[in-house]
């Protein structure tokens, strides 16, 4: 029986309660989201992947509460034990760093003056704009104020029942806010990041200054995405989001940026 220092039951105990409670409050945002978006299987296939991601770290946590991956009396076994842990250790490492990574990344701020600003859509919820699809859009406002000469390109094209797309939305609610016709673009075919910026590539020069804006969350991957398809100079403007979600925001950042660089896919 082997004996386990208090000082490690307690962290033990600690890792177990959080990665439990972050479980639970992932679990609540995503069914939430799942029954009010379009495009239901791409978030249950992320949420999947989101739960075994949790699931490792659970491992993690257990292991280090009971040690029981290396507790066998058998070398054999105990020899096992040490492999996997080490494989659990190590990915669960992964996810920590690109979470970290990526939450730091949303508070890098380098916007300055350019004649594009590139507004990324974000999937509607029952049909109508998120309160964090409406912040990009109040930045945008507040950009454009201070930049007489910038243009809005609008990008995103997935499409409501109604078949209203992100960037029609965006455009109408542009127009309530009175911003003018004529300052603003609309990119409303690429249904992926990275089909955003490959179309908008095509309407405008992608050597020339942009503004990227975006929930300060995804602006990591978002400025990844742009440079991936040519873009030379981006700077960043991220749009505040909701705090209540910015965890569940971030571990879905995780998952597809990990996807990408594993996968190479959309």
């Known amino acids: 029986m082997i004996r386990i220092p208090k000082k490690r039951k307690s962290i033990g105990n600690i890792l177990i ?65 040490w492999v996997l842990r080490i494989l659990i250790t190590l990915l669960t490492a992964v996810f ?6 990526i939450a730091a990344g949303s508070f890098i701020r380098t916007e300055k003056p350019a004649d594009n600003v590139l507004v990324l859509g974000l999937a509607l919820e029952n049909g109508k704009p998120s ?26 094209g997935n499409a409501d029942a109604s078949g209203k797309t992100e960037a029609a ?34 309407m405008i020069d992608p050597a020339s200054p942009v503004v990227l804006i975006s929930s300060n969350y995804h602006m990591d991957r978002a400025v990844q995405t742009a440079v991936s398809a040519g873009f030379s100079d981006v700077s960043r403007l991220p749009a505040p989001s909701s705090f209540i979600n910015f965890g569940a925001n971030v571990m879905w950042e995780v998952i597809l940026e990990i996807n990408e660089l594993t996968f190479k896919q959309e």
């Open 17 to 81: 309660a959080v990665v439990l409670i972050f479980t639970a409050y992932l679990s609540v945002i995503m069914i939430r989201r799942i029954n009010s978006v379009v495009l239901k299987d791409t978030y249950v296939k992320i949420f999947t992947y989101e739960l075994v991601a949790c699931g490792l770290a659970l491992l993690f946590a257990l292991d280090v509460r009971f040690t029981f991956w290396t507790g066998m009396r058998s070398r054999i076994l105990k020899a096992g034990g």
């Open 96 to 101: 920590f760093f690109f979470f970290v990574k």
């Open 131 to 156: 309160p964090d699809l409406i912040s990009r859009l109040d930045t945008a406002v507040a950009y454009l104020e201070k930049n007489p000469s910038a243009t809005l390109i609008l990008t995103g």
């Open 169 to 202: 939305v965006m455009h109408d609610i542009l127009v309530e806010k009175r911003v003018p016709e004529d300052r603003m673009v609309l990119e409303d075919q690429a249904q992926t990041t990275k089909a955003n910026f490959r179309n908008t590539a095509k």
